[in-house]
């Protein structure tokens, strides 16, 4: 038996995603339970394995779709501020780049967070995210360019700073970004140049 599209007509996939992203929301991802998903979704657990496979085909679906809307809305944000800047000094950079957790972004951190962890033992979830992150490593060089080309005269962008910062920080990340991540050895020269000071 080939297995359904998951654009079919009749709507069934949106709501299965619909109904488990409420019960992810709502009772976390441990807590979400594929007989209440079809219930919410008026289908059969049949149906939604025959649709996505499992139920961690299911959950990937879902927490790449809620790690994704994350980061539409930052990467968003981020440009906007950007584009609103005729000329960027280095201060403005900083200011535009979201820093650790805070009061408005605690959920959304806590929620990502919990997305990654779920990747470690979700071999779905963890190839679609990686997928994602190619993507988003194309953006963050656009984003470099537009910042670049608005960067006050005198100031450069250290690139690989840039991406260390973005990606290499966390390393979930960077073990999804696969031949892309940061390596020890950029690491390393980066704390080397960056952590220390003549005295």
Sequence with gaps: MTKPSPDSPDGTPARVVAAAREEIIHRGILGMRVAKVAARAECSITTIYL???????????????????MLDDQFALIRRQVLDCKK???????????????????????????????AASNPVLMAKLSESLDTRRVEVDQLMDEIESRLQTGFRLDRQAMRLYVFGMDWQY??????????????????????????
């Design 51 to 69: 649709y996505f496979g499992s139920r961690d085909g299911l959950l990937a679906e879902v927490l790449l779709r809620l790690h994704n809307e």
């Design 88 to 118: 960027l000094k280095p201060d403005n950079i900083i200011e535009i780049i979201e820093k650790p957790i805070t009061g408005s972004s605690n959920g959304r951190h806590a929620m990502r967070n919990q997305v990654l962890a779920a």
């Design 174 to 199: 960077n073990t999804l970004l696969g031949d892309s991540a940061v390596t020890q050895a950029q690491l390393r020269n980066f704390m080397k140049q960056n952590l220390f000071v003549a005295a």
